[in-house]
Structure formats: C-alpha cells, structure tokens
C-alpha cells in the first residue's frame, strides 16, 4: 500500500492530484478547509479504488511559539511508518489591490504562516523522519514566480522564492539518506486563485494535465517540476538578465497595478 498526503487537496490542483493517485493500493490522506469538497473527493477516490483518509487540521492557524496541532498531526501522519509521498500543495495569494495601494500586512503575515512557514515546518519535521526510515518523497508547491517576485503579489512572490530555495536545500541534504525531494513551479493553472490573480494568464493549463505532469515528475524524483516551457523559459531569463531590464520587461507584458485584480484564494 502506497500512502500519499495531498494538502490543500479542495483546490484545483490538489483535487486533480486526488485524482490521479486515487487507484486500488494507495492510501490518500487528503487534507482541506472546505469539508462538503473533501468530503466529495473522498467518496470519488474510494470509488476509484483508493484508500482515503481525511484531514481538516487548521495548518495556517498556529502561533510562532505553539506548533502542537501541527506537530501532532505530523506525528500521526508518521505512524506507523513515514508515508511513501507527501505534497504540500495548500497556499493562498494576495495582491496590492487594483488602486496600487499595496497588501495589508495582516494578510501577507497570514499568507507567509500558510505559503513559507508551514511547508518549512513540514519538510524539518517529515524530512528527518523520512531521513531516519531511509525512504520517502516531498513536494513542495512553489510557483514560476519564484524566478523574479511579481510587482503585483510581492508577498507570494516571496514565499514561493523561499519554497523553491528551501526544497532544493532539502533535497541537496536528503538525497544521500534515499528520501526525494521535489520543487514543483507551476505557471498558470485554471483555479480560483489563478484567475484571481492580476495580470494576463499566458500558457493556461487545466488541473488535470498539470497533475498529470505533476505526478510524473515525482515518479522520477524530478528536482524541478516547472511548466509550461514557455513560460517557464521567459521566466527563467528574468531571473538571470539584470532586475531592471526584467522590471521593466514584467511592465511591458501588464503585471501592474493599472490591471485587473481580485482576491485572495487557496489553490
């Protein structure tokens, strides 16, 4: 039997990544905030032939001092043995709002707590496990925005830099104890949050082909998961030209405050 962690599996992404895992031998554990979505994907997984397990711990409510309810849960998560692949795919977004007037710092605390601070928190915890059971894989959701932070969503920007820059950390230090660790950085996936997020959406993907990609990835321990190759590629080069070339580059295509905007939302 297989056991894979999906968090934020009531988003797009995370849904069709229940999917693609939901098959007789695996055992989901499938964690999220909506329970009527959860609990509908868990029926459509059991169907399919899955395991499921369900979770609805608060993983973006613990204080700074007071990581018990997570830790307990990740505890649980490693009994009786550590599972075979986690993906810490739960975040939310925020922007600078359509007059420019930049993110409240509430909201972008919050988004550090649920985006940066708790895949980190996850990965020390299940790394060292996993690092002791001598198997096991992690994947961490960063994004394409990562290469070069967005005008429009600095705090997003940021904590997908920090996802991406602790992944490829992790894995330099697990790799030689038999423990995988992948960095996924998905560009434009069709969800709530992405079409709430400012700026033009080049390259959209359906959630079913990017978990599809997604999951072949894992299979061979891919260091990067990143797509499309387009954008991945004109990304790329932003983080590699000098930032004022690549700030005025992110101008040009539309990725400021004169645009369109909305809401935050989980993935």
């Known amino acids: 039997m297989t056991r894979i962690v999906i968090t934020g599996a009531t988003g797009a992404i995370g849904q069709a990544l229940a999917a693609v ?10 964690h999220g905030r909506q329970r009527d979505v959860l609990d509908a994907l868990a029926a459509s997984c059991r169907t399919a032939g899955a395991e499921v397990e369900l979770s609805h711990v608060e993983l973006g409510q ?5 990581d018990s309810a997570l830790l307990t849960w990740l505890e649980s998560l490693c009994t009786p043995a550590v599972p075979d692949i986690v993906i810490i795919n739960a975040g939310i977004n925020i922007d600078i ?9 509430e909201a972008a605390s919050r988004l550090l707590e649920i985006n940066l601070r708790v895949p980190m928190a996850m990965g020390n915890f299940l790394g060292k496990r996993m690092r002791a059971a001598g198997h096991g894989q992690l994947v961490l959701m960063s994004s394409l925005a990562a290469y070069h932070g967005l005008p429009v969503t600095p705090s997003y920007s940021a904590s997908k830099a920090g996802v991406k820059a602790y992944g490829e950390a992790l894995r330099g230090w697990l790799a030689p104890h038999g423990v995988g660790v992948s960095v996924v950085m998905p560009g434009y996936v069709s969800s709530k949050m992405c079409h709430e997020m400012p700026g033009p959406k080049p390259f959209l993907w359906q959630p079913e082909r990017a978990a599809r990609f ?16 387009p954008l991945n590629f004109g990304c790329w080069w932003l983080a590699v030209l000098p930032a004022a070339i690549s700030q005025r580059l992110l101008t040009l295509f ?10 935050g939302a989980h993935r």
Not at 21 to 30: D, F, H, K, M, T
Not at 214 to 229: D, L, M, Q, Y
Not at 254 to 263: A, K, L, R, T
């Open 254 to 263: 539309g990725y400021d405050h004169d645009h369109d905007q909305g809401d």
């Open 214 to 229: 997604i999951a072949k990835g894992v299979e061979r321990n891919r260091a990067r998961i990143s797509f499309p190759f």
């Open 21 to 30: 895992y939901a098959r007789p031998g695996n055992q989901l554990v499938l």
């Open 62 to 66: 613990t204080r700074l001092d007071d």
């Open 97 to 105: 709002g359509e007059d420019g007037r930049g993110e409240a710092w």
